[in-house]
Nanobody, 127 residues
């Protein structure tokens, strides 16, 4: 089983930045594609970003392109989400997730493509 623990959330003013971290543990966790999702209050969980095991392939939701950057450090079993130019619309609980069903390609941007989830970290952006 894979365990994921997010950190780095908090309260920030619009235009500010935060960096989220997700530490993975468990067998072969570092070889899984890793993604970030977010769930605004009262809404469904939505895709934010994904990165391949090697870190060479990335994809982003249109709403965050140019502002967010996903990266990883396999030696530390850690995935990061650098969030710049934050907007109030970015307010959500952010979750990291692992997709062991897709070892060779980036998984699709939907919740059911991911099998393991962290508990989430709150990001609140004030106007």
């Amino acid at each position: 089983q894979v365990q994921l623990v997010e950190s780095g959330g908090g309260l920030v003013q619009a235009g500010g930045s935060l960096r989220l971290s997700c530490v993975a543990s468990g067998r072969t966790s570092s070889r899984y594609p890793m993604g970030w999702f977010r769930q605004p209050p009262g809404q469904e969980r939505e895709f934010v970003a994904v990165i391949s095991w090697s870190g060479g392939s990335r994809d982003y939701a249109d709403s965050v392109k140019g502002r967010f950057t996903i990266s990883k450090d396999n030696a530390k079993n850690t995935v990061y989400l650098q969030m710049n130019s934050l907007e109030p619309e970015d307010t959500a609980v952010y979750y990291c997730a692992a997709a062991p069903q897709f070892p060779y390609t980036l998984p699709p941007a939907r919740v059911d493509a991911y099998d393991y989830w962290g508990q989430g970290t709150q990001v609140t952006v004030s106007s």
